[in-house]
């Protein structure tokens, strides 16, 4: 069967409908923005496009409910159609049918909040979370751009990568400082992605953030390919590096857990006594 030519890999430019580009980098700037909602002005100058321009297409945009406008400030956000269509690629993914229950239980066994990722244009994103009943936890959104470098899920699929996905994700995102733990270096990335590899888990020890301390494993589907990683996270008060060694081994048995019923059976790592010794307050 042939290729339909809409599906062919095309030279840059090709077939590139410019009014279209610029509607969905308009989507783009709604989704990926921290502010609740934008103004025609906002927006204007963040995508450096006339007024009018930006004007048209959200009119269209709006006809077609992919952005709407709040009824208060005048601003405008995502539509609820966005949310049906990503709900849709979502379920899409029958893994989570199948690690939904087993994260929950850990999010049960833990007391801390569980995030699920997956690795997707040399980014993590998050796309389940499950809170904690203690009175701080993680507040981080569902959708949000995660650094593979520095936090646990980040780690735990980048480990997984081969050398080239890693160097391209280093070139492109760079390996930025955010605590004074982060590792800033590809040496050290890749000593530690190799640890990872060899122990089953990674460890964000204060990386990404001051005083947040997460510990996460991987998923495998039938074939072995690391589809997505989770994380046990919470304040450092609380994931003290004495409770490392447990949440180690309780994310471990969970990501076999998972994979085991997609398919593929993880080897078990032979035990190590440094888990606790490498993490430090």
Same mark, same amino acid.
């Given at each position: 069967?042939?290729?339909? #030519? =809409?599906?062919?890999?095309?030279?840059?430019?090709?077939?590139?409908? $410019? +009014?279209?580009?610029?509607?969905?980098?308009?989507?783009?700037? %709604?989704? /990926?923005?921290?502010?609740?909602?934008?103004?025609?002005?906002?927006? +204007?100058?963040?995508?450096?496009?006339?007024?009018?321009?930006?004007?048209?297409?959200?009119?269209?945009?709006?006809?077609?409910?992919?952005?709407?406008? /709040?009824?208060?400030? &005048?601003?405008?956000?995502? @539509?609820?159609?966005?949310?049906?269509?990503?709900? $849709?690629?979502?379920?899409?993914?029958?893994?989570?049918?199948?690690? /939904?229950?087993?994260?929950?239980?850990?999010?049960?066994?833990?007391? *801390?909040?569980?995030?699920?990722?997956?690795?997707?244009?040399?980014?993590?994103?998050?796309? *389940?979370?499950?809170?904690?009943?203690?009175?701080?936890?993680?507040? =981080?959104? %569902?959708?949000?751009? %995660?650094?593979?470098?520095?936090?646990?899920? &980040?780690?735990?699929?980048?480990?997984?990568?081969?050398?080239?996905?890693?160097?391209?994700?280093?070139?492109?995102?760079?390996?930025?400082?955010?605590?004074?733990?982060?590792?800033?270096?590809?040496?050290?990335?890749?000593?530690?992605?190799?640890?990872?590899?060899?122990?089953?888990?990674?460890?964000?020890?204060?990386?990404?953030? /001051? @005083?947040?301390?997460?510990?996460?494993?991987?998923?495998?589907?039938?074939?072995? $390919?690391?589809?997505?990683?989770?994380?046990?996270?919470? #304040? =450092?008060?609380?994931?003290?590096?004495?409770?490392?060694?447990?949440?180690?081994?309780?994310?471990?048995?969970?990501?076999?857990?998972?994979?085991?019923?997609? &398919?593929?059976?993880?080897?078990?790592?032979?035990?190590?006594?440094?888990?606790?010794?490498?993490?430090?307050?």
């Amino acid at each position: 069967m042939k290729t339909p #030519p =809409a599906t062919r890999t095309l030279p840059p430019g090709t077939y590139t409908v $410019k +009014s279209l580009v610029k509607a969905l980098r308009i989507v783009e700037l %709604l989704s /990926d923005g921290e502010q609740g909602t934008y103004t025609l002005t906002e927006l +204007s100058r963040g995508l450096h496009l006339h007024v009018s321009t930006v004007h048209r297409l959200l009119v269209n945009l709006l006809r077609q409910g992919f952005v709407e406008m /709040d009824p208060v400030t &005048g601003g405008y956000r995502l @539509g609820f159609r966005v949310l049906r269509m990503g709900l $849709k690629v979502l379920d899409r993914m029958d893994f989570r049918r199948v690690a /939904d229950p087993l994260l929950q239980q850990l999010n049960r066994a833990t007391e *801390e909040t569980v995030h699920l990722a997956i690795f997707h244009g040399e980014r993590a994103i998050s796309i *389940e979370k499950f809170g904690t009943p203690q009175p701080v936890g993680l507040t =981080a959104p %569902l959708g949000g751009v %995660l650094s593979l470098h520095c936090t646990g899920v &980040g780690k735990a699929l980048l480990a997984y990568q081969d050398d080239a996905t890693v160097k391209r994700v280093v070139e492109s995102s760079g390996l930025q400082r955010y605590t004074a733990r982060t590792i800033t270096t590809l040496p050290q990335l890749r000593k530690e992605l190799a640890r990872i590899r060899e122990e089953g888990y990674s460890v964000d020890n204060e990386e990404a953030m /001051d @005083g947040l301390r997460c510990v996460a494993a991987p998923i495998f589907d039938h074939a072995g $390919k690391v589809i997505a990683a989770f994380s046990v996270a919470g #304040p =450092a008060t609380r994931v003290t590096p004495a409770r490392v060694p447990e949440l180690a081994r309780l994310v471990t048995e969970t990501s076999r857990q998972i994979s085991f019923r997609l &398919g593929f059976n993880v080897p078990r790592p032979a035990p190590k006594q440094a888990a606790q010794g490498r993490v430090t307050e």
